[in-house]
């Protein structure tokens, strides 16, 4: 079964600092893993992917993720965070026996204080 | 140029009545997807159409049931609603061709239900 865990729900951060989202997955085979955000109130918005090709993922507003196959990790970070990066993330991992399914992690809050 | 839509945002209702959402994406994409988010943000996968075809079928009671009039629409009919329907239904699509794995998905802004 695949799966996605994501260890901590909140993250606080200092704006200016660099900020880390924590994701592992389970998957029996190659993993195409996701990170969205979800603002409040709003829908889940697509960040960045990862199907194949370069560990370092890059993706809108900044935000980068790194593939560790070792490690089973696909960590989010941004090298300088904003206040306005403040929201909920999500890491999400496709089903390989059916890409149309997706699975989601619990969701971690980022906190950004200015 | 909204480009995935959910009718209405809010939905508040008494236990045991029948409610239905809807959703348009104007994405062109083939495959359209119901999430159920409860109070504590997880996300759910509920149901899942491909140019009208049902092809994800959760463990969700017989009371929902989705309907996929054409590929730009899913609606979501709920029957005899109970207290734990209470959540935000996400409608969301995804494009239908190849490479499939790549496919990234695209989320309307919910429909935050209530059940008293």
């Known amino acids: 079964a695949q799966s996605v865990a994501q260890p901590e729900d909140q993250v606080n951060v200092a704006e200016g600092n660099p900020l880390t989202v924590k994701c592992t997955y389970s998957v029996s085979g190659n993993p195409y893993l996701f990170w969205y955000v979800q603002y409040p109130n709003r829908g889940l918005q697509f960040l960045l992917k990862y199907i194949t090709g370069d560990n370092l993922v890059k993706g809108s507003y900044g935000f980068e993720a790194e593939f560790n196959k070792s490690q089973t990790s696909f960590h989010l970070k941004k090298p300088s965070a904003l206040v306005s990066d403040s929201a909920l993330y999500f890491c999400a991992v496709r089903d390989i026996r059916n890409f149309n399914k997706f699975y989601f992690g619990s969701g971690t809050k980022l906190n950004v204080k200015p | 140029d909204t480009a995935v839509s959910q009718t209405p945002k809010y939905l508040v209702t008494q236990m045991g009545n029948d409610k239905s959402i809807k959703c348009e994406q104007n994405?062109?994409?083939?495959?359209m997807y119901w999430y159920k988010q409860d109070s504590k943000k997880f996300l759910k996968i509920m149901f899942s159409y491909n140019n009208k075809e049902l092809i994800i079928n959760e463990t969700v009671p017989n009371r929902f049931s989705p309907k996929s009039p054409d590929k730009a629409h899913l609606n979501l009919h709920i029957n005899s609603l109970e207290l734990g329907d209470s959540a935000v239904y996400f409608c969301a699509s995804s494009p239908g061709g190849p490479p499939l794995r790549n496919n990234e998905q695209f989320f309307g802004p919910g429909t935050r239900l209530t059940v008293l």
């Open positions: 994405l062109g994409h083939d495959t």
